[in-house]
């Protein structure tokens, strides 16, 4: 079993930045595809990026974040990290990390339900 805690959510102005740890325990996650949902009142799970084994060619990230969020992973300390920049009122949300232990086509990351392990959120807010 993987256990995967979250922080780093708060209330941020637009134009800010934050970023959010996803410290995992019970199993080290280096052979583990990760990645970040998010989810808003109302709306469903969104995915917003993911980060291989090799990170270096192995990344993916929704197109609402892309060039403003990165994706990356320090095994050595077993956990994964989202940098969020140039925030928006629309990235409020709770956001989730996700953990698979398989294979993932390119085609799959995006889905909810191939992942294996889930953290509880952390609450990030975009207000003036």
């Known amino acids: 079993q993987v256990q995967l805690v979250e922080s780093g959510g708060g209330t941020v102005q637009p134009g800010g930045s934050l970023r959010l740890s996803c410290a995992a325990s019970?199993?080290?996650?280096?052979?583990?595809?990760m990645a970040w949902f998010r989810q808003a009142p109302g709306k469903e799970r969104e995915f917003v990026a993911s980060?291989?084994?090799?990170?270096?060619?192995?990344?993916y990230y929704g197109d609402s974040v892309k060039g403003r969020f990165t994706i990356s992973r320090d095994n050595s300390k077993n956990t994964v990290y989202l940098q969020m920049t140039s925030l928006k009122f629309e990235d409020t949300a709770e956001y989730y990390c996700?953990?698979?232990?398989?294979?993932?086509?390119?085609?799959?990351?995006?889905?909810?339900?191939?992942?294996?392990?889930w953290g509880q959120g952390t609450q990030v807010t975009v207000s003036a």
């Open positions: 996700a953990a698979d232990r398989d294979f993932l086509s390119a085609a799959r990351i995006s889905i909810v339900n191939e992942y294996d392990y």
């Open positions: 980060i291989g084994r090799s990170s270096a060619i192995n990344t």
């Open positions: 019970g199993r080290t996650i280096d052979t583990y595809r």
